[in-house]
């Protein structure tokens, strides 16, 4: 994309490498507080008597938190209005506190669910503000940019995973070490400066969010990023209790050691796929990389789906390349809006999308373990590849 002579010169590249790394970081530290209870939903289940259907309202509680949180951003325009290092450290705090609620309450309770409603809620203060600060530092290497802020969310969700494995899956341990990570993740934040990009509006109109239906390549980054977000998180959240599953039925020792290490591996992987896609974004065109990942995730899901039969290795050796290609399109949808939008409208607009995305993948990470219970992990999975086909077709060319 051709930068406007109006427009800044491109950040000293040590310069914006340091601010965006070192977000970069802050973001696997707090995000991974999102995924802080569904690794451990198994033991909480046993634990309380429980079946995972009755806990599985807290992984969506997030979902719909998130989306609260990131549409009264959207509607406020605070994304776009006030210091986005503020908002990233409060909500940070905010957030870590909230996560710490299911020491002291019933994992089946409403104070439990309101908990992680609040998780959710300030996670949009950290996310889509994350991206305002990232693509506030260059343009010319935006795809790359913001595919690096997509990857730290990525593995901030795998972390979870990483700390059951580690021995971690009481919830005591896990809510602990998450919310300790998310508190040191504010801290790298609140000094970072702001990139010479960075623009700030004084207040938002409604108008200025009908831009999402007006603006053609807006319009198609949203719908791709809702067939995108319909498996996204279904896939994570239920991966590792999946997986669990498959190794039980092939009769290994410890499945739920086996769950937590897949699960762990295939999202992490899937984080570092985001930076090779960057830069290809930025070379070939977000759009190819997206259409190119899209395609990937059906064709690796459908395999996924298949080889619950063929044994775990190969099932193993499905999920593995579902998760490298079921993410790094992520990034370049946010980065599509964030060049078709104006700069100082650019934090409201992608607070909008992922607030859209997410009220999509809330209703799927319900759906998923009710058809799993019906149907079989096997049709679940294969419920979920809808989404990458209608994101396919949605992008266009």
């Known amino acids: 994309m051709a930068v406007p002579s109006s427009l800044p010169e491109e950040a000293n590249p040590k310069d914006l490498t340091a601010s965006v790394t070192r977000l970069a970081v802050a973001q696997v530290l707090v995000l991974s507080l999102w995924f802080s209870v569904t690794a451990i939903l198994p033991d909480l289940a046993a634990a309380h008597a429980l079946t995972l259907s009755d806990l599985a309202h807290l992984s969506s509680m997030t979902q719909l938190g998130f989306v609260g949180g990131a549409l009264a951003l959207a509607l406020s325009g605070l ?20 996560n710490l609620t299911l020491l002291v309450v019933a994992p089946d309770s409403v104070a439990a669910g309101l908990s992680r409603v609040l998780v959710g809620a300030a996670l949009a203060g950290v996310y889509p503000v994350g991206l305002k600060l990232a693509v506030g530092w260059t343009v010319g290497r ?17 972390t979870p995973h990483l ?17 300790l990570l998310a508190g040191l993740g504010a801290l790298l934040v609140a000094g970072i400066p702001l990139g010479p990009f960075h623009a700030k509006s004084p207040r938002v109109e409604p108008q200025d969010l009908a831009l999402a239906l007006r603006t053609p390549a807006i319009r198609r980054a949203y719908l791709g990023y809702l067939g995108h977000m319909w498996e996204l998180y279904a896939f994570w959240a ?26 762990f591996a295939t999202i992490a992987l ?45 099932f193993a050796f499905a999920v593995l390349l579902w998760g490298i290609t079921i993410i790094p399109d992520s990034p370049q949808f946010s980065a599509m809006v964030a060049d078709a939008a104006p700069p100082e409208k650019a934090g409201s607009l992608m607070a909008l999308q992922t607030a859209l995305g997410f009220t999509l993948s809330a209703v799927s990470v319900q759906l998923t373990p009710w058809l799993a219970e019906e149907a079989g992990w096997p049709a679940a999975f294969a419920v979920l590849l809808l989404g990458p086909l209608a994101g396919y077709f949605a992008v266009g060319r």
């Open 163 to 179: 700390v059951a494995l580690l021995g971690g899956a009481d919830a005591a341990v896990c809510l602990i070490v998450t919310s």
């Open 238 to 263: 239920w991966l590792a209790v999946a997986a669990r599953a498959a190794a039980i039925e092939a009769h290994v020792s410890h499945p739920a050691v086996f769950g937590s290490a897949l699960a």
């Open 79 to 98: 994304a776009d209005r006030v210091d986005p290092r503020r908002l990233f450290v409060g909500a940070s705090l905010v957030a870590a506190l909230s």
């Open 142 to 158: 935006r795809g790359l940019v913001v595919s690096l802020l997509v990857g730290a969310l990525t593995l901030g969700s795998s």
């Open 270 to 314: 899937g984080g570092l796929a985001c930076i090779p896609g960057g830069q290809l974004a930025d070379r070939y065109g977000k759009d190819v990389v997206a259409r190119a990942a899209l395609v990937g995730s059906f064709l690796f899901g459908l395999v996924t789906v298949l080889s619950f039969s063929w044994g775990l290795v190969p």
